[in-house]
Each structure stands twice: as structure tokens, then as C-alpha cells.
């Protein structure tokens, strides 16, 4: 069912504080939050690539995207994956197995639930063509490339770069002098994460410029005062910023909260967040945060001072 608001993308690099934005912005109980539907593990069927390139030139994917933003797309049974010939049992699966499934069924026929936010680092580099066919509002979020980085190190991540040379068009378009030469298999983790960093911000940034109603905020500024720049972001896409709405981004960024998260937890929303700015200089090395500034340089040098690393 299509919603009667102007839906809205949040989208950056993988830990870049996509979901602690998008979970903010969604606290208005008018807004329903979905979860990575360009995640070709676990979002919608017919999504099988990593960080998708999608645009005007040529799409499958339109009717795909259409179905999300009209909540009748269909999640990828995240728990037990086997086809089965049973009706009845496929359609348990689909509706029960996987809980973005349920959800998006149940806000989309929610009446209260009057727009979508998509909340989907894959989407990055086809941002500009959803925010554009779809008229959706769009925030794309950048980190410190050094704190990026260390949360992939901290949790043992990897992203092949491979990914993003197979697909022709968005090499054609935008990565060709970037990656043409960067071999995916020989890379170490710190100069894969920088190529990464360096490929999507880049995009991003030029997407933005083109574009004046995107916006391209830094992580760091919205971790020193949070509550500003929600005000502003709230104000821009005309979400009501109550006083439930204050005090649960109070809670989740207060100097009370821990800056470290808790073993290997994925997403601790629950932070000191004008703390969590630096935490990436207790996990990486010197040698490491050096090789991050020399890749990153050309891009992360107009947002990133001399200060801040």
C-alpha cells in the first residue's frame, strides 16, 4: 500500500552510522523503518548483488524497488531457506520465517504508518537513481575513514572490492580510475576498507553535488550534538520532533552511555557518542591509521582535518 508521505533513504558505507540515523529518524510513530532491502542476503528476492548499481540508463530492478517503496516486496526467508512445493508452507516461510517480511506486510497496512524510511548501506551507489525516479528524501551519511575502518577490523569484516569491479556500468561510470588497477585478491583488510571508503563517499559526494536536495552529513558532526542536528534533519523532512522524540536521542548518545560496545555486537545504538568519535585510536595501529590517510587522502582531506587524525 503506498504511503502518503515522501519516503526516505539513509544510506553511506557499511558502519558509517547508517542505522543509528535511520533508527533516530524514525522514532515518530508514523514512521516505519525498513531494514536493508538491498542486502542480496538478506532483503528482497530478485536483490542479488552486493552494493547494486542501479540507473537511469538501464534498470531491471524498477517494479523490485516499486514493491519495497509500496510495501508488497518480498524479504528472503532469513531462518529456513529451502523451497518447498506446499503453498501453504512457502507462504508461512515467506510471511513468518522472515521478520522483514512481517513487518513490511503489517506497516503497510498499518494506517498510523504514514511513510517508509529505508534505512540500506547497499543502496549507496544507486542512491542518486531512487532518490531521483522514486522522489525520495535522501541522507547519505560519511565516517572518519579510520573509524570506518577499525569497526570493520573490530569485527573481522571483509568486502571484496570484487564486487563492485564486476559490474561494468558502475565501473564505466564512476570507479574506472579508482579501482582499474587495484587487484581485489592481493589487497590486505586496511587497504580494501580505504578503497571502499574512498568508492562509495566519492560517489556520494558527487550525487550530492548534482542533486542540492540530497544531503551529505558527516557522522561526526551529528555524535558531537546530536540533538541539533536531528532538530535540523527533523525540520527538513517535516517529522515532528517531540519531546519522546528528544529525550530517546538523549538516551541513546548521553555521556552516560558506554563508548565501547560490547564484545562483537553488531549494532549497540546506545552510545557516548561524542566518545565513540576517537575509539577507532585504541583498536587501530599506527602503521594502519597511516596507510588509511594515504589512500583516503584525495577524498577524506575536505572533510577530515589535519586534527582529526
Known sequence: MKKARKPILVTGAPRSGTTFVGKMLALPYHVAYVDEPFNSLTGVKGMD???????????EHEQLVRDVIEGRASFKPSLLREETKNPLKQLAREMFVSRENLEHRLDSYNPLKQRFL????????SSEYLHREFDLHTVAVMRHPASMIASYKRLGWRFSLEELKRQKPLMDDHLKGLLDEVDPKK????????????AINGVLEKYAERNK??????????????LTEFYKMYQRYDLPFTTRVQRRIKEHTSPSNAADPLNNVVHQLKR???????????ILTKKETELIRTITAPLADKYYSAAEW
Open 118 to 125: 529505508i534505512k540500506d548501506p547497499l543502496a549507496a551507489f
Open 187 to 198: 589487497v590486505s583488510h586496511v587497504e580494501e576498507g580505504s578503497y571502499l571508503w574512498l
Open 213 to 226: 536536495d540530497m544531503l551529505l552529513l558527516r557522522h561526526e558532526d551529528l555524535s558531537r550534538d546530536p
Open 272 to 282: 557516548d557518542s561524542a566518545e565513540n568519535i576517537h575509539r577507532w585510536k585504541k
Open 49 to 59: 548483488t552486493w552494493f547494486p548499481y542501479m540507473s537511469h540508463a538501464a534498470n
